[in-house]
């Protein structure tokens, strides 16, 4: 059974406007990390508001754990999810540990110990410094830090790693598969396709409002991608490169051209997961 169901869910800011979300449908296993990715204004953010239950449901139905989920969603509800916002929402006048320990007080349920996940996201040095001294960066660990409080076993993640140095990026990716190992379920929304190759199980392409493909990365490369191999080669000892398909008679080109060539070094590769999304999409990312 799936953790988290969506079916025909349309949503609109405006009435009679064009819905920034239109007939969605989707479903999550328990314990998997589900990528939504899209441009900016695709409805990624208003696809995750829906599901958290900070925006109603207009039209369609959304099941957890197999049970119909209410349009309006008590505290039993909200008790069993976390929420990390691309931009953190944080009370600067208050210290990290301060934030964290407020907002545990929100939860009916066992919370998680505010100094270990300050230790956690790298933070506890900084523990009792005013939020609002943070750099933006040790904002959003804050931010990322306070979605953990109330040990979720459903998590909500807005683009979790924008704008944060490689060390520290890393460590909240290795955070993110150690809570999917405990079993918690993750709904991440981003536009950057090296997270969500690197960390999604299965991805989702929405572009205006309605999804295009769902799938893992790996099968949506074999699906709709090209494999391909560039080949070095010298003549007349100058180095040249050559790229070559891998099917058809482009594969049997290739056999022929290293027999021909004096091949110097043979590389293979498959196309990214942006690529593919360009490809079924029209459309970038930025």
Known sequence: MAMIEVKQVTYSYKKDGAPAVKNVNFSIEKGEIFGFLGPSGAGKSTTQGILAGLLEIQQGEIFIDGALRSAHPGKEFFNRIGMGFEIPNVYKKLSGLDNLNFHAKLYDGETEDAMEVLEMVGLADDAKKRAGAYSKGMKQRLGFARSLMNK???????????????????????????????????????????????????????????????????????????????????????????????????????????????????????????????????????
């Not at 536009?191 to 190759?197: D, G, I, L, T």
């Not at 989702?204 to 709709?224: E, H, M, R």
């Not at 590769?269 to 029209?282: V, W």
């Open 152 to 286: 979720p076993d459903i998590w909500f993640l807005d683009e979790p790693t924008m704008g944060l140095d490689p060390g520290t990026a890393n460590s909240i990716k290795g955070i993110i598969k150690r809570k999917q190992s405990e079993a918690t379920t993750i709904f991440l929304t981003t536009h950057n396709m090296f997270v969500a190759e690197e960390l999604c199980d299965r991805v989702a392409f929405i572009v205006d409002g309605s999804i295009v493909a769902v799938d893992t990365p790996k099968n949506l490369k074999l699906k709709y991608g090209k494999m391909r191999v560039v080949v070095e080669y010298e003549q007349k000892g100058v180095l040249f490169s050559k790229e070559f398909g891998l099917s058809g008679d482009e594969k049997a080109e290739f056999q022929r051209f290293i027999g021909e060539h004096e091949v110097k070094t043979v590389h293979s590769g498959e196309p990214s997961l942006e690529e593919i999304f360009i490809k079924l999409t029209g459309r970038g990312l930025e």
